[in-house]
């Protein structure tokens, strides 16, 4: 008769280290191929890179939700704070307002799902996705008011950022300049000294 492996302290940290291991895999692989082609990947290509079976994965996240939710959190979080930090070490405001612009359109055009994200999350009110872009603009709004046409808010700040970012995803790969140049001349619209009024939204 055979006898069970006793589960020791020392195995039982082992194998919470494997499940570590292959959860932290599972989400990097699944950023990697949902920057790639969207949330719509299949689970089978995701574990596939990641090194891990089917079962795995699915006792780690039971719902490819989950896991799409995951990492567009984990990845938003990282490319929105990359994004203010960039803004914040620009002391001149209307240099930290354009400094945020480049550096997320710079992740909205590596970054499939997060685009895409954006469409389902405008009213949503989970912390993550338009939300905590909508504060970080806010923010940088707040610092340039001055500078800013009178009438421009944060949701145009948002809907440009949107916008600019299909725009950066459509042409990096043919024109990767090219969202860079559509940013300039989006900005400038917004400085202070064009005082026509703003049609109402």
């Known amino acids: 008769m055979a006898v069970a492996e006793p589960h020791t302290p020392a195995r039982r940290r082992a194998l919470r ?4 291991r292959n959860r932290e895999a ?11 082609q969207g ?24 719902k490819k939700e989950d896991l799409v939710r995951t990492v567009l959190d984990q990845d938003f979080s990282r ?8 803004a914040i070490e620009a002391e001149d405001p209307w240099a930290a307002l354009t400094d945020f612009y480049r550096q997320a359109l710079s992740g909205c055009a590596r970054h499939r799902a997060i685009m895409e994200s954006f469409a389902l999350t405008w009213t949503d ?14 923010e940088l709004r707040a610092r340039a008011a001055e500078l ?6 944060t949701e145009d700040l948002v809907l440009l950022l949107i916008s600019l970012g299909y725009a950066a995803q459509f042409t990096d790969e043919c ?17 202070a000294e064009h005082r026509e009024p703003l049609p109402e939204s």
Do not use: C, K
């Not at 599972?26 to 790639?36: L, T, Y």
């Not at 995701?46 to 079976?53: E, L, N, P, Q, W």
């Not at 009110?125 to 806010?138: F, K």
């Open 17 to 20: 280290a494997d499940a570590i």
């Open 26 to 36: 599972i989400v990097e692989a699944a950023a990697e191929v949902m920057a790639e």
């Open 39 to 62: 949330a719509a990947v299949d689970v089978r290509e995701i574990a596939r890179r990641s090194g891990v079976g089917m079962g795995t994965l699915y006792r780690h996240f039971p």
């Open 79 to 86: 490319w929105a704070e990359a994004a203010r930090q960039a």
């Open 125 to 138: 009110p989970d912390p993550t996705g338009i939300p905590q872009l909508r504060a970080v603009l806010e």
């Open 148 to 153: 800013l046409r009178p009438g421009v808010t």
């Open 175 to 191: 024109r990767p300049h090219m969202w860079n140049r559509l940013l300039l001349i989006s900005l400038d619209g917004l400085r």
